[in-house]
């Protein structure tokens, strides 16, 4: 332990001087996957689930820090089964998923070494779900990408920030070089014992925002990662423009250049792949209450939105502490793969096109082939600012039908067969 610990503070040392991140071939190639895929599925799982509250319940509801901990006393996910979930999502049309390995509370839903406050040695259950994750990550052909928070309610050297005041913590042992060692040490393990990680997806920082003085020192902590995967994409859902040594950009709750959910207000749009993360109903993680959840159609048309606007979806699933997801999430994983079965082509591997979003609908590109997708039809005509390219062809996406075009001075005016219905109608259109 103490030869890890030394080789760890000597790498950080050698890094220190980190400036100007340039990223490697590997992370190129990892950013250009990301950006094919299109569509990831999130999971928020820990003991919280338990009690059916939500992943923020210790906060909310003010748990003792020591009281909460004894949940994990009684974690025991028996149904819990990683081909099902990861076929679910594969059968959804999901790439890729991000699972939260450590979230605000502090408990490791992996084996660690750094204490027994994880899901191998902390509860009856012994089984490390995130192996079992990885290995059907491996059989499917999804990629794994892993949640950590850079907050702990959990360890008393965490220096304190906005959050988790009130929860019993003592407020004299806060030791952040003690803190950044503990973090370092997992984040070796998650990118030494789980096999390839497509991006390490951090959250937090915002913790302690109003202290302009705290270094996290991520350019120390992102070098580590770079490092131990080359290929490893980096992510922190900061709500800012992006840091050096980041790989994605991530919008909470809304789609780029949106700012609904007021996480987004000061996120400037850079040029790093993006992506939207967004509950299927209101909580992130396991709610009793929460039967809100969103539509089929509603979520394929985000997912279709966040294409259009060159960005990925990630979309969260809270399982129930059995270690099942629930089954209002199975019926959208359903439908939605129903839908991506048929329409996949104009998803994935495509980007932004060259039509911007517009109040119908956006549009999405793939080499000389552009996709209009319809999502709320205006009339029968649809007018397309198109005049640096010329429309050699079009028609409809579904069962090819001939579609007219009419060259105007602004652009081209399709002439659609028939009136779009549907959570989304597709004109396919030829480019020269």
Same mark, same amino acid.
């Given at each position: 332990?103490?030869?890890?610990?030394?080789?760890?503070?000597?790498?950080?040392?050698?890094?220190?001087?980190?400036?100007?991140?340039?990223?490697?071939?590997?992370?190129?190639?990892?950013?250009?996957? !990301? +950006?094919?895929?299109?569509?990831?599925?999130?999971?928020?799982?820990?003991?919280?689930?338990?009690?059916?509250?939500?992943?923020?319940?210790? +906060?909310?509801?003010?748990?003792?820090?020591?009281?909460?901990?004894?949940?994990?006393?009684?974690?025991?996910?028996?149904?819990?089964?990683?081909?099902?979930?990861?076929?679910?999502?594969?059968?959804?049309?999901?790439?890729?998923?991000?699972?939260?390995?450590?979230?605000?509370?502090?408990?490791?839903?992996?084996?660690?070494?750094?204490?027994?406050?994880?899901?191998?040695?902390?509860?009856? !259950?012994?089984?490390?779900?995130?192996?079992?994750? #990885?290995?059907?990550?491996?059989?499917?052909?999804?990629?794994?990408?892993?949640?950590?928070?850079?907050?702990?309610?959990?360890?008393?050297?965490?220096?304190?920030?906005?959050?988790?005041?009130?929860?019993?913590?003592?407020?004299? +042992?806060?030791?952040?070089?003690?803190?950044?060692?503990?973090?370092?040490?997992?984040?070796?393990?998650?990118?030494?014992?789980?096999?390839?990680?497509?991006?390490?997806?951090?959250?937090?920082?915002?913790?302690?925002?109003?202290?302009?003085?705290?270094?996290?020192?991520?350019?120390?902590?992102?070098?580590?990662?770079?490092?131990?995967?080359?290929?490893?994409?980096?992510?922190?859902?900061?709500?800012?423009?992006?840091?050096?040594?980041?790989?994605?950009?991530?919008?909470?709750?809304?789609?780029?250049?949106?700012?609904?959910?007021?996480?987004?207000?000061?996120?400037?749009?850079?040029?790093?792949?993006?992506?939207?993360?967004?509950?299927?109903?209101?909580?992130?993680?396991?709610?009793?209450?929460?039967?809100?959840?969103?539509?089929?159609?509603?979520?394929? +048309?985000?997912?279709?939105?966040?294409?259009?606007?060159?960005?990925?979806?990630?979309?969260?699933?809270?399982?129930?502490?059995?270690?099942?997801?629930? #089954?209002?999430?199975?019926?959208?994983?359903?439908?939605?793969?129903?839908?991506?079965?048929?329409?996949?082509?104009?998803?994935?591997?495509?980007?932004?096109?060259?039509?911007?979003?517009?109040?119908?609908?956006?549009?999405?590109?793939?080499?000389?082939?552009?996709?209009?997708?319809?999502?709320?039809?205006?009339?029968?005509?649809?007018?397309?600012?198109?005049?640096?390219?010329?429309?050699?062809?079009?028609?409809? !996406?579904?069962?090819?039908?001939?579609?007219?075009?009419?060259?105007?001075?602004?652009?081209?005016l399709l002439e659609l067969p028939y009136a779009p219905k549907g959570v989304d109608t597709i004109v396919e259109?030829?480019?020269?």
């Amino acid at each position: 332990m103490k030869k890890i610990i030394l080789f760890l503070v000597s790498l950080l040392a050698c890094v220190n001087g980190f400036a100007q991140y340039q990223p490697s071939k590997e992370v190129l190639e990892s950013r250009k996957e !990301f +950006q094919d895929n299109k569509f990831g599925i999130f999971i928020h799982w820990g003991i919280y689930s338990m009690l059916g509250d939500g992943e923020w319940v210790q +906060q909310v509801k003010n748990l003792n820090y020591k009281e909460y901990a004894h949940l994990a006393d009684g974690f025991y996910p028996s149904k819990f089964n990683a081909d099902e979930w990861v076929k679910a999502f594969k059968d959804a049309g999901a790439k890729y998923i991000t699972i939260t390995s450590r979230h605000h509370d502090g408990f490791s839903m992996f084996k660690t070494a750094t204490s027994d406050y994880n899901i191998v040695d902390g509860t009856p !259950f012994h089984r490390d779900v995130l192996k079992e994750l #990885a290995a059907a990550c491996k059989k499917y052909g999804i990629k794994l990408n892993v949640y950590y928070s850079h907050l702990d309610w959990h360890r008393s050297d965490y220096p304190l920030g906005s959050t988790g005041l009130n929860l019993g913590r003592p407020t004299d +042992q806060q030791d952040f070089n003690s803190y950044f060692n503990f973090m370092s040490q997992q984040l070796t393990e998650l990118l030494t014992n789980y096999g390839p990680v497509g991006a390490i997806w951090f959250d937090g920082w915002w913790d302690h925002k109003a202290d302009k003085d705290f270094n996290w020192r991520l350019d120390e902590q992102y070098a580590l990662i770079h490092k131990l995967q080359p290929a490893c994409m980096i992510g922190n859902n900061h709500h800012l423009a992006p840091k050096p040594g980041e790989d994605i950009q991530m919008f909470e709750q809304d789609l780029p250049g949106q700012n609904s959910a007021g996480f987004s207000g000061k996120s400037v749009i850079g040029q790093l792949p993006l992506e939207t993360c967004l509950t299927m109903n209101k909580s992130w993680g396991y709610n009793i209450t929460d039967k809100n959840y969103k539509s089929v159609d509603y979520l394929i +048309q985000k997912l279709v939105s966040a294409a259009g606007r060159n960005a990925n979806l990630l979309l969260n699933i809270g399982p129930r502490p059995d270690g099942q997801l629930p #089954a209002e999430a199975m019926e959208r994983l359903k439908g939605m793969g129903e839908w991506m079965s048929k329409n996949g082509a104009t998803i994935y591997g495509t980007r932004g096109g060259i039509v911007a979003p517009h109040d119908w609908g956006v549009s999405t590109q793939k080499g000389n082939t552009l996709y209009i997708h319809i999502l709320e039809w205006k009339d029968k005509g649809l007018f397309l600012p198109i005049t640096d390219q010329k429309v050699i062809a079009a028609k409809m !996406f579904a069962d090819n039908s001939k579609v007219g075009i009419v060259k105007t001075k602004g652009g081209v005016l399709l002439e659609l067969p028939y009136a779009p219905k549907g959570v989304d109608t597709i004109v396919e259109l030829t480019l020269k």
